[in-house]
């Protein structure tokens, strides 16, 4: 059974461009959530998806940022014109059900965007 | 509100004992521990609900004790495979969805 896959694993920018990060959950999860690291901190979290629904996305910046997990294909997290600080590590992670309730979250093993 | 993790890095030599403590300074609901290898995916390691209760498998137990707001990773007997930066993550919300994870202990156990 694989497991949450991310792709690409890598990715460098220039300021401005555009940057496009995708998640294939576990197969049988509906349910995805991206988290941001920096060197040296804590996953903080971004956005909770499910199939075609943003349910909760209050750590997302206002800007530049969106989220989407439709019906058929990966979750895609998109930043637009991307700054510098914009580098990060970015990890997705799935649950089969709400998270609330199993408690437990598979991550992928992240996708780092480094802006020139 | 993140949670403070401490002490923030640990050296220990193979069989040695290691405490991590994660305090939060709002009232939670659960606790939950990872682990992440350098350059990998965190892996969950626990779920801590509120009620005080401690669990463990194989030589890692936890305890949360909700008045203190806080939880402690007990880790006993290390081995090298316990290196790796460990997360607590917390909810102050029952079915809140979001963890607020603290920024982690940095453990190194060495032959």
Known sequence: NAGVMQNPRHLVRRRGQEARLRCSPMKGHSHVYWYRQLPEEGLKFMVYLQ???????????KERFSAEFPKEGPSIL???Q?????????????SPVSRANTGE???????RLTVL | QQPVQS???VI??????????????KALYSVHWYRQKHGEAPVFLM??????????HDKISASFNEKKQQSSLYLTASQLSYSGTYFCGTETQGGSEKLVFGKGMKLTVNP
């Not at chain 1, 199939?51 to 910046?61: A, L, T, V």
């Not at chain 2, 220990?12 to 300074?25: F, H, P």
């Not at chain 2, 779920?47 to 463990?56: F, S, Y």
């Open chain 1, 78 to 80: 998109r930043i637009q």
């Open chain 2, 12 to 25: 220990l030599r193979e069989g040695e004992d290691a405490v991590i403590n994660c305090s939060s300074s």
């Open chain 1, 51 to 61: 199939k075609e629904n943003i349910i909760d996305e209050s750590g997302m910046p």
């Open chain 1, 105 to 111: 979250l598979f991550f992928g093993e992240g996708s």
């Open chain 2, 47 to 56: 779920i801590l609900l509120k009620g005080g209760e401690q669990k463990g």
């Open chain 1, 82 to 94: 991307v700054v510098r600080g914009d580098s990060a590590a970015y990890f997705c992670a799935s």
């Open chain 2, 7 to 9: 002490p923030q890095a």
